[in-house]
């Protein structure tokens, strides 16, 4: 199960950067995970300074 960046994102990039599989990319209004390419590590939550980032 992928992890889901919610609408409280903020656009910080804090999340992109953490990602080991690359799966994090930057949309028109927030910030993206790929459900194909997210292992589920958890590693892009850990660093969400607005708690955004949830399991989906």
Do not use: F, R
């Not at 690359?22 to 660093?47: F, H, K, L, R």
């Amino acid at each position: 199960m992928a992890y889901l960046i919610t609408d409280a994102c903020i656009s910080c990039g804090a999340c992109e950067s953490e990602c080991p599989t690359g799966a994090i990319s930057a949309g028109d209004t927030q910030y993206n995970i790929d459900p194909e390419v997210c292992i589920d590590c958890g590693a892009c939550e850990a660093v969400c300074p607005v708690q955004a980032i949830k399991p989906n």
